[in-house]
């Protein structure tokens, strides 16, 4: 077994059960997991209120730009300890993406979201995994899980995928979901959890980090 730490990231669609695998890999290796536990950390750390950082969740910064210049996108520098803009949503990001490769440097984990797969960018020992389903599975479990209407399910199917979209666009500049951001893409609809979380353990022991 490879003792070099290692971070498995995690982009899912909403609906695919990608939190869920998320949660299995952590409890199976033995790592700790993190998804909106890191604005916690980070409200800890820098003492802006977490709920600014909820706010700002998976939430494109300014829109208008975003519109107007699709290809531009903030640098992912050290993030400003006070001024107006130390709580910007920009701000906010780089707190989070600090605080993502603070963890990764210091533990093997695993990191819903937050683009941690564009964060820990050129860095060795990542896992980068993308989940997900087909709409129909998709409805399906978010009707299960969330006991919603099916016109309810969808909404937020659509609601979701564009804000993380918008989301990832903007502070990357790529495509949420584009297959040359990830290691290794699964249609959970197809496995199902059990067997979408077997086969990421089966590519980390190929890639010698388990």
Aim: aromatic fraction near 10%.
């Amino acid at each position: 077994m490879n003792n070099n730490k290692y971070t498995i990231t995690i982009g899912r669609q909403y609906g695919s059960g990608g939190r869920q695998v998320g949660k299995a890999l952590a409890k199976e290796l033995g790592i700790h997991f993190y998804d909106r536990e890191i604005m916690r950390l980070v409200s800890d750390e820098s003492g802006i209120g977490e709920s600014y950082f909820h706010l700002a969740d998976e939430r494109a910064g300014n829109k208008l730009l975003y519109k107007i210049v699709k290809s531009l996108k903030p640098a992912i520098e050290k993030p400003i300890n006070k001024g107006p803009k130390l709580v910007s949503d920009e701000n906010l990001f780089m707190f989070q993406a600090q605080m993502i490769k603070e963890i990764s440097a210091q533990e093997s984990c695993v990191i819903v979201g937050r683009c941690a797969d564009y964060v820990l960018k050129g860095k060795e020992n990542v896992a980068r995994i993308f989940i997900y389903a087909d709409e129909e599975k998709r409805i399906e479990t978010i009707i299960d899980y969330e006991k919603v209407s099916k016109s309810e399910a969808v909404k937020k199917i659509k609601s979701y995928d564009k804000s993380r979209n918008e989301y990832y666009r903007y502070y990357t500049g790529g495509s949420w979901g584009d297959m040359s951001n990830y290691n290794l893409v699964i249609d959970s609809g197809v496995l199902g959890i059990e067997n979408t979380t077997r086969m990421v353990i089966e590519y980390l022991k190929i890639r010698n980090l388990i």
